[in-house]
């Protein structure tokens, strides 16, 4: 399985944005989707983001509004565009093709989802 390498993360004040990619992603291929999830210090996984193969999306409650996900076919990469970033939302954000259904993804909390890579850390102050 290729390792997802995550990038984009940094500091931002509340309000801020920022963009997170996963590049080395497969695309969502043959009705398995890519998504994206979190964890932050102390507390457990938490699914924020997902896209499908026919490019349908979901997200978890507390990001609804302010975070897209998207991909690059083409190049094999995926996208977490993060606005009107809260402190609540400071992580290490994870990509991942565990996923097979986006609404079960972005409700999936603790091992369930499996950080295949890095993270890319984000934090947010007030």
């Known amino acids: 399985q290729v390792q997802p390498v995550e990038s984009g993360g940094g500091s931002v004040q509340t309000g801020g944005s920022l963009k997170l990619s996963c590049a080395a992603s497969?695309?969502?291929?043959?009705?398995?989707?890519l998504g994206w999830f979190r964890q932050a210090p102390g507390k457990e996984r938490e699914g924020v983001a997902a896209?499908?193969?026919?490019?349908?999306?979901d997200y978890a409650d507390f990001v609804q509004g302010r975070f897209i996900i998207s991909q690059d076919s083409a190049k094999n990469t995926l996208f977490l565009q993060m606005n009107s970033l809260k402190p609540e939302d400071a992580a290490t954000y994870y990509c991942?093709?565990?996923?097979?259904?986006?609404?079960?993804?972005?409700?999936?909390?603790?091992?369930?989802?499996?950080?295949r890579g890095q993270g890319t850390l984000v934090t947010v102050s007030s």
């Open positions: 497969r695309v969502a291929v043959d009705g398995y989707c």
């Open positions: 896209i499908d193969d026919l490019g349908y999306t």
């Open positions: 991942s093709g565990d996923c097979i259904e986006i609404s079960d993804f972005v409700r999936a909390k603790g091992d369930t989802l499996k950080a």
